[in-house]
C-alpha cells in the first residue's frame, strides 16, 4: 500500500538559468533545442558528444536559490514490524509510502542508485571500490547468490566509468560482481559506449542498462513526450545502445504516467479513452527482437541513420532495427544469410504505429527497400516469430 499527501504548493519558483560546458570539438555541430529553448543534445559531424547541463531555480523574493534536480528529495526510512515506511518531502509537497513484505525473497544483484552523484548515498571511486568488496564477503557469508551491480552510474561517460575504475582493477571486487550497468541521462557516444561494453567483457558479466531515456525529468514538461522529434530521439538512442553497448537489456524509464508511452485517461489532463503514443510502439516494435539472439556487427554509410541487427542463428531469426531521422530514401541492406529470401517490414513514425508494409526481397543476400523520413523501421525474416 502507498499514500501520498498533497499540501498546497506555493507558486514561488521560478526558472533562471541554464549553463552549460561541452568538450571541444573539430567539425560541424549541431544541438538539439527543446521547443523553450534548453539544450538537449549536441552531435559533431553526425556524431552525439558528452556536455554537462546545470539548471537552478530561484525564489521570486531573489531571496535564495536551489538545484532544479531530483537530489532534492531526502527520503526518511523507519519499519514497523514487517512495514517499511519511507517518508520525504519536496519544496513543500510530502510523501509517505508504506510497502509491507509479503514472505521470502532473493534479490539477484545489489546496487546503490547513482551512487556517484548521491542519489541516496554517495560515495568516492575508492569508498565505492571498499564497500563492493566488503558487500560482496558479507552477502557471501549470509549464504546469498546476490551478487553486487557494479556501476548503476547516471551517466554512460567516460568520466563515470573513471568512477569504477578502483572496482574494475581490484580482483577481491570483481568476484563478487555479476553485472555492469549504467543510465542514459549524458553520454552514450561511441567511445563511451564501446568502453563501458568492453568493461563488461573485462570483468565477464552482462552490461545492463538499469535507466534509458533522454530525459530524466520529462514528467516536469510532459507535452514534450507528444513530440514526434523528441519520439524518434529516444528510439534513436536505445538503438545506437544496442548496436555498440550491445546490453542484456534496456530498463525503459519509466513505464508510468510520470513517463507515460499512453495519452488520455486523465494523463497529464488528457482527455479521451487512454490510446498509445507513436512512444509506445517504438518499445513495442523493438520488442520484436528474438529472445535469445545475440547482436550482429551493422554499420549504416550515413550519419543520420542508425540501424542494430540481431541474430538466433540456432533457429534462423534475424532482426535488423533503423532509425531514419532525415528525409526519405532508397536503402540497401547486404550480408544477410542466404537462407533468407524476404523480410517483414514494420515502420514507425509520428502517423504510423507498427505498420505493416509491403514485404521486401532478399536477393543473394541483398535487399532493397525505402526508409520514410523521421521513422523507425524493423526487418524480419519471416519465420521470425
Known amino acids: 500500500m502507498v499514500t501520498k499527501n498533497y499540501p498546497r504548493l506555493s507558486a514561488e519558483l521560478i526558472l533562471v538559468c541554464l549553463t552549460m560546458g561541452a568538450v571541444s570539438h573539430r567539425g560541424f555541430a549541431e544541438i538539439t533545442l527543446t521547443p523553450w529553448g534548453n539544450v538537449a543534445g549536441m552531435r559533431v559531424d553526425g556524431q552525439p558528444i558528452e556536455f554537462e547541463a546545470g539548471l537552478r531555480i530561484v525564489r521570486s523574493d531573489w531571496r535564495g536559490f536551489s538545484a532544479a534536480v531530483k537530489y532534492l528529495q531526502r527520503p526518511r526510512y523507519s519499519r514497523a514490524g514487517a512495514q517499511r515506511i519511507v517518508e520525504s518531502e519536496i519544496e513543500g509537497l510530502a510523501f509517505r509510502e508504506m510497502v509491507r513484505d509479503t514472505g521470502p525473497g532473493e534479490a539477484i544483484r545489489f546496487s546503490f542508485n547513482e551512487p556517484e552523484t548521491g542519489v541516496e548515498v554517495r560515495q568516492t571511486p575508492a569508498e565505492r571500490a571498499r564497500f563492493n568488496r566488503a558487500m560482496g564477503v558479507h552477502l557471501a557469508k549470509c549464504g546469498l547468490a546476490t551478487r553486487m ?30 553485472a555492469l550497468g549504467f543510465h542514459t541521462w549524458r553520454g552514450c557516444t561511441e567511445k563511451g559506449l564501446l568502453r563501458w561494453a568492453d568493461a563488461a567483457r573485462q570483468l565477464n558479466v552482462p552490461l545492463l542498462v538499469t535507466e534509458a531515456g533522454p530525459d530524466a525529468h520529462l514528467h516536469e514538461y510532459p507535452q514534450v513526450m507528444l513530440e514526434p522529434w523528441f519520439q524518434l530521439q529516444e528510439i534513436e538512442l536505445c538503438l545506437r545502445i544496442c548496436a555498440l553497448g550491445q546490453p542484456a537489456t534496456i530498463m525503459e524509464w519509466q513505464l508510468t504516467t510520470d513517463y ?75 550480408g544477410l544469410p542466404e537462407s533468407v529470401i524476404a523480410l ?8 504510423h504505429g507498427m505498420e505493416e508494409n509491403a514485404r521486401v526481397s532478399v536477393r543473394a543476400g541483398k535487399a532493397e527497400f525505402a526508409l520514410p523520413p523521421a521513422s523507425y523501421t524493423t526487418l524480419l525474416n519471416t519465420n521470425t516469430p
Open 344 to 351: 517483414r517490414r514494420l515502420v514507425t513514425d509520428a502517423d
Open 260 to 334: 507515460s508511452v499512453l495519452w488520455g485517461g486523465g494523463v497529464y489532463g488528457s482527455e479521451g479513452p487512454l490510446r498509445p503514443t507513436q512512444r509506445f510502439w517504438n518499445l513495442k516494435q523493438l520488442g520484436f527482437t528474438p529472445p535469445g539472439a545475440f547482436a550482429l556487427p551493422i554499420v549504416a554509410d550515413r550519419s543520420d541513420v542508425t540501424c542494430a541487427a540481431f541474430g538466433d542463428l540456432a533457429n534462423g531469426h534475424y532482426v535488423v532495427h533503423i532509425v531514419n531521422r532525415g528525409a526519405q530514401r532508397p536503402a540497401m541492406l547486404t
Open 149 to 178: 551491480l557494479l556501476g548503476d552510474t547516471a551517466h554512460c561517460t567516460m568520466a563515470a566509468l573513471d568512477f569504477l575504475a578502483p572496482s574494475l582493477s581490484e580482483s577481491a571486487v570483481s568476484q563478487y560482481v555479476g
